[in-house]
């Protein structure tokens, strides 16, 4: 995100994000709650306020990374800008290295996707995960 001025953010809808449904609430309902983590800090910083989407060239160009600039771009006017308790966090223990799982313990995205979807190649999903990542990163 950046800081446009003191009571405007903006928050650059990468590859990847991309989320229609998100897109799509905030154009049926402006109002947004904004929660920022910071690994190992147990207070995080919420922002409410209003957003609007924008395809801005010269704002989406501002956000470009490799020389490709976002498609969109969402605005967001501050209303309310406080910390949640840290409770939770500490309780989870999120930023705890003891809390850590090991990835093996997990089924893959290959595999998860495969669970939902009889003869998809779990495998060929996987491998080709880590290339298709950097390819579409920005």
């Not at 995205?109 to 779990?122: H, P, Q």
């Amino acid at each position: 995100f950046r800081v446009l001025n003191n009571k405007t953010i903006a928050i650059p809808d990468r590859r990847g994000n991309n989320r229609l449904d998100t897109l799509r609430n905030i154009v049926n309902d402006s109002r947004v709650a904004l929660l920022f983590l910071l690994p190992g800090v147990n207070e995080c910083l919420r922002i409410n306020g209003n957003a609007v989407l924008t395809t801005d060239e010269d704002l989406c160009t501002s956000f470009a990374v490799n020389g490709k600039p976002v498609v969109s771009v969402v605005v967001v006017t501050i209303n309310a800008v406080y910390f949640q308790c840290a409770r939770a966090i500490v309780r989870s223990g999120l930023w705890n290295e003891n809390s850590k799982i090991d990835v093996k313990d997990v089924p893959s995205a290959g595999e998860m996707i495969k669970s939902g979807m009889s003869g998809f190649d779990s495998g060929e999903y996987d491998e080709a995960q880590p290339k298709r990542i950097q390819d579409t990163l920005y």
